[in-house]
């Protein structure tokens, strides 16, 4: 069973910044993708971003592009999400996914296992 635990999330105010942080089952870790993805209740998931583990290649959907920055560190099997800038419309629960099994990979049925999420709330 893959496991994924986010974490990081919490409350700042506009123009703050929060990192998150989703470890991976080290099993699972190499060679794949993990990706972002953040919702609010009563809306689809929104995919943010995607690293590809095996060589760092990284993608944005235009809602965050140069404001969140994708890393990883292969030691701690870990995936981080640099959010900067924030703003209220960030307000979500956001999630990390991983097993890509093709497609777009905004798309969250795209991947097949998911973290429980983190809270991140953005005050005006």
């Known amino acids: 069973q893959v496991k994924l635990a986010e974490s990081g999330g919490g409350s700042v105010q506009a123009g703050g910044s929060l990192r998150l942080s989703c470890v991976v089952n080290e099993y699972t870790y190499s060679n794949n993708w993990v990706a972002w993805f953040r919702q609010n209740p009563g809306k689809e998931r929104e995919g943010l971003a995607v690293?590809?583990?095996?060589?760092?290649?990284?993608y944005y959907d235009e809602a965050v592009k140069g404001r969140f920055t994708v890393s990883q560190d292969n030691a701690k099997h870990t995936v981080y999400l640099q959010m900067n800038n924030l703003k209220p419309e960030d307000t979500a629960m956001y999630y990390c996914?991983?097993?890509?099994?093709?497609?777009?990979?905004?798309?969250?049925?795209?991947?097949?296992?998911w973290g429980q999420g983190t809270q991140v709330t953005v005050s005006s």
């Open positions: 690293i590809y583990i095996e060589n760092g290649k990284s």
């Open positions: 996914a991983t097993e890509f099994t093709g497609g777009r990979w905004q798309e969250d049925r795209n991947f097949h296992f």
